[in-house]
T-cell receptor, first 115, second 118 residues
């Protein structure tokens, strides 16, 4: 069965520091992988996605993620965190055939940013 | 990008009553929509897949008689929580796949509906 693991429930970084959020997945075939961000009181916003090609994916707001098949990982990175990045981050795998994929979410990582 | 709306954003009801939540794709058509449930400080759990013109597909463990889903048109899906109880209190989120130039369709999420059952 498909599953997503985000090992870090809560991470705190200082503004300007680099960030890496971990994500490991379990999926039998080539996965469709996503990172979403959820700010308080707002809906989920897609940061980036991977389905094929270059394993380093660039997203919005300066985020990037690297797909590593050998490690079943899709870690999210940002070189310099801003206070506005404080939010909940979800990694997800698309589970299903064709284009209308159901999403299986990880438990999420809550990011706090110190000034 | 594509926009998905939900109504209401927040609802408080008494135990035993039914509550309807609407999910609309505002500028695109969606033959499929997804309903998720999110408990406080937890992840999103897929409840069901709403299919326009046919019955919804429920995930294992989700009571279909409890959570009625109707995909009335290409832009509207509704979730009705019947005979709601306090344990049904949660954040309900819908999503709809939009167009993509390649690969999987991107899911566009509604802002969510906070249901509180007293």
């Amino acid at each position: 069965a498909q599953s997503v693991t985000q090992p870090d429930i809560h991470i705190t970084v200082s503004e300007g520091a680099s960030l890496e959020l971990r994500c490991n997945y379990s999926y039998g075939a080539t996965p469709y992988l996503f990172w979403y961000v959820q700010s308080p009181g707002q809906g989920l916003q897609l940061l980036l996605k991977y389905f094929s090609g270059d394993t380093l994916v660039q997203g919005i707001k300066g985020f990037e993620a690297e797909f590593k098949r050998s490690q079943s990982s899709f870690n999210l990175r940002k070189p310099s965190v801003h206070w506005s990045d404080a939010a909940e981050y979800f990694c997800a795998v698309g589970a299903g055939l064709g284009g209308y994929n159901k999403l299986i979410f990880g438990a999420g990582t809550r990011l706090a940013v110190h000034p | 990008g594509a926009v998905v709306s939900q109504h209401p954003s927040r609802v408080i009801c008494k135990s035993g009553t039914s509550v309807k939540i609407e999910c609309r794709s505002l500028d695109f058509q969606a033959t499929t929509m997804f309903w998720y449930r999110q408990f406080p400080k937890q992840s999103l759990m897929l409840m069901a897949t709403s299919n326009e013109g046919s019955k919804a597909t429920y995930e294992q463990g989700v009571e279909k008689d409890k959570f009625l889903i109707n995909h009335a048109s290409l832009t509207l899906s509704t979730l009705t929580v019947t005979s709601a109880h306090p344990e049904d209190s949660s954040f309900y989120i819908c999503s709809a796949p939009g167009q993509a130039s390649g690969g999987p369709n991107e899911q566009f999420f509604g802002p969510g509906t906070r249901l509180t059952v007293l």
